[in-house]
């Protein structure tokens, strides 16, 4: 399996300020997606990464919000934007090689929003 | 009705014992499910997948599907300490690449 680098691990923000989250693949993947894990919850999809173009937002999430880049098969960016408390949560990123196979993810970024 | 619906937890077994976790998912045309484990503070790691109908034994993790049923399940025989965690039921939906997570089971394993 690929192995995935996430950064930072943690950090701990002021509202009204962005975080970008940087996921490095050591190998080039198919898909990247980007999930929220709220404390206690499952986790919940944000967006599917698309390299060179814009990413695919779930309902509820909104590119002002979380703007994602991918600009290649190995790298991604997720950037959390005016950031509140209730943001505050685990941000995963998550790799797969296509349709039917397993998804593998990273270590994880705990945000916590003051 | 939520895609994937694991049976409410915290379940807590006995070492030694076996723990079984359960999972329904309402997307009938979905062809592919997976078992992670996700220790306190860390994150998902894969454990188990099956496409086919029936059992698939790996170590002490059983999986079993019946799309008929629209029912996979997870066993854990053998329960140790470290199996404590939570189990998230994941499917992939139809015709998407995107997997579809279950609330999770906490398993608690007393020793």
């Known amino acids: 399996s690929a192995v995935i680098s996430q950064k930072p691990s943690r950090d701990i923000c002021q509202r009204g300020t962005s975080l970008t989250i940087q996921c490095q693949v050591d190998s080039q993947v198919t898909m990247m997606f980007w999930y929220r894990q709220q404390p206690g919850q499952s986790l919940t999809l944000i967006a599917t990464?698309?390299?060179?173009?814009?990413?695919?937002?779930e309902s509820g999430f909104v590119i002002d919000k979380f703007p994602i880049s991918r600009p290649n098969l190995t790298f991604s960016t997720l950037t959390v934007s005016n950031m509140s408390p209730e943001d505050s949560s685990i941000y995963l990123c998550?790799?797969?090689?296509?349709?039917?196979?397993?998804?593998?993810f990273g270590q994880g970024t705990r945000l916590t929003v003051v | 009705q939520k895609e994937v619906e694991q049976n409410s937890g915290p379940l807590s077994v006995p070492e030694g014992a076996i723990a079984s976790l359960n999972c329904t998912y309402s997307?009938?045309?979905?062809?592919?499910f997976f078992w992670y484990r996700q220790y306190s503070g860390k994150s998902p790691e894969l454990i188990m997948f099956?496409?086919?109908?029936g059992d698939k034994e790996d170590g002490r993790f059983t999986a079993q599907l019946n799309k008929a049923s629209q029912y996979v399940s997870l066993l854990i025989r053998d329960s140790q300490p470290s199996d404590s965690a939570t189990y998230l039921c994941?499917?992939?939906?139809?015709?998407?690449?995107?997997?579809?997570f279950g609330a999770g089971t906490t398993v608690t394993v007393r020793a």
């Open positions: 994941a499917v992939n939906i139809s015709d998407d690449y995107k997997l579809s």
């Open positions: 990464a698309n390299q060179g173009s814009e990413a695919t937002y």
């Open positions: 997307d009938r045309g979905s062809q592919s």
């Open positions: 099956i496409y086919s109908n």
């Open positions: 998550s790799v797969s090689e296509g349709l039917n196979t397993e998804a593998f």
